[in-house]
């Protein structure tokens, strides 16, 4: 049987974003005065340290930006190969998401491939993976 | 000579695998060798810097603190560091640069110790103890089994293959080089015992694509010590010194997936920035390279080449070879002569610069050196001439 994957310890800053997939939304963190984005999630703005910051749920939708097919079991019983990808995110510039491409064959994922968010729920933590678009 | 900072010496353990003896021993084994070469004694040290200070959670990875080595050594101390939140493995002896020019301190001793092998044989004491959760950096990566750097660097690597065209063939050349090297360097015996083959490495197991096993460095016992001293106490050393002429480091955003490329494109121009030599003054390369990858980012950063260009100027190999036009990481490197974790590089640098290479020497009287460390979103690095 497959491991659990690590489960992040929820804190005031990460919980909106490993929790918000239980409502089906990914939070990322957002600026109230400037509207740009951080993360990783802090309790204020990285581009103009506002602390007027919320969770806003954004699109996701993105684009592989790079990926590596992994053949490394780095735990027991671990299934290899699988794709550990970097997805930019739609509408949420200078933001990035490591995340692993489910439900194709490693082979048939790509640079540059459109692909949108897909929850995997385990003990409470609601982890961003991503498919490949149509 | 003043407000000048030399390397006036350089030590090194035994480097081996699960290695029975204990990590402060080592560190004391290559703190001798360093201080003797120096020709200084032990009570001449009056500062001691290390990278990243002793890792409380998980000691095979920095088993040794400052304040041991203070203490087990007899060291009177002006000033002391160990951090791991320096640009990287490198701004240790950078910092000990900045108090031998401060005059606060005249002789400083810099360590890096090991114990990774090691401390997998003896879980107990060496190992981080099992965590239900993760948090900090690596739960932006943990949780989607990209557990390793080796997974974080291939996503650099794969953007340089998807964009330039980087070949296998011609990143091969970096594990290839550094066997070879390593064949010739007594200190590597316990990690290369042949010299790799590109037939070998192209039929070798994938770890993280576009990285294969010999891409990614393996865990080690030992210990690097470096001393750094004053420009006006070099009446008391019994050496060629070394003089740190440079150096530069950075972080942009201390996050492995939300830079585009390792930092070494931010570093290698800054070092330039703050010498009159040039790129085309440069003798060696001693690399940071953990993982294959990283040398072809210094290789483009510092300017040897343009970015992108990497793979071409190391294809083949003979431009990197010890009597190409620049010997890459002489000693073996991470790849061919185990994970010192960055202060290698300025041992061999050193070593080289003063002929004391032995089999390995590279021909002429070189004169330049570059010696850097890290990778990801830190870096750093030291240029170091004989002048």
Known sequence: MAPPRPKPKL????????????????????????????????????????????????????????????????????????????????????????????????????????VRVTFEENDGIFYPLFEKVG | MAKEAYITGVGQSEVGIRLPRHPLLLTLDAAKEAVAEAGLTLDQIDGVFSFP?????????????????????????????????????????????????????RHVLCFRTVYEAGGMADPAHYMPARSETVSGPSQWTSPFWATSAACWTAQYAARHVHKYGLTREQL????????????????????????????KYMSARMISTPLCLYDCDRFSDASTVIIVSAGDALDEVKCEPIRIAAMAGSVDRYSWDQVEWPAAYDTGPDLWKRT???????????????????????????????????????????????????????????????????????????????????????????????????GGPMAAALLLTKD
């Open chain 2, 276 to 374: 009159d030599y040039t790129v085309n003054d440069v003798d060696m390369a001693q690399f940071y390279d953990g993982f294959a990858f990283l040398p072809i980012t210094w290789l483009e950063g510092l300017g040897f080449c343009e970015k992108g260009e990497g793979g071409k100027f190391i294809e083949g190999g003979t431009r990197i070879a010890r009597d190409g036009e620049l010997p890459l990481n002489t000693s073996g490197g991470q790849l061919g002569s185990g994970r010192l974790h960055g202060f290698g590089f300025a041992h061999e640098a050193v070593t080289q610069l003063r002929g004391n290479g032995g089999d390995r020497q590279i021909p002429g009287d070189p004169k330049v050196a570059v010696a850097s460390s890290g």
């Open chain 2, 53 to 105: 200070g002793k890792s409380h959670g998980y000691l095979a990875f920095s088993p040794v603190g400052t304040d041991e080595v203070i203490d087990a050594l007899g060291i009177k101390s002006k000033w002391q560091m160990g951090a791991l939140e320096q640009p990287a493995q490198l701004s240790a002896i950078g910092m000990a640069a900045w108090a031998v020019k401060e005059g606060i301190c």
């Open chain 1, 11 to 114: 804190d005031q800053e990460n919980t909106p974003f490993w929790t918000g997939g239980a409502e089906g939304k990914l939070n990322i963190i957002k600026c109230g005065d400037c509207g740009e984005y951080t993360h990783p999630p802090r309790v204020l703005c990285r581009h103009c340290q506002s602390e007027n910051v919320a969770p806003e749920a954004v699109a996701g939708t993105g684009v592989i930006d790079t990926m590596t097919v992994n053949h490394q079991p780095w735990a027991k019983d671990l299934p290899v190969p699988y794709v550990i990808a970097r997805v930019a995110l739609d509408g949420v510039p200078g933001v990035y998401l490591t995340t692993n491409i489910v439900n194709s064959p490693v082979e048939e994922v790509k640079f540059g491939d459109a």
């Open chain 2, 172 to 199: 091969g050349q970096i594990a290839i080089n550094g066997s070879k090297n390593a064949m010739l360097n007594p200190r590597a015996r316990a990690i290369t015992k042949e010299e790799l083959t590109l037939d």
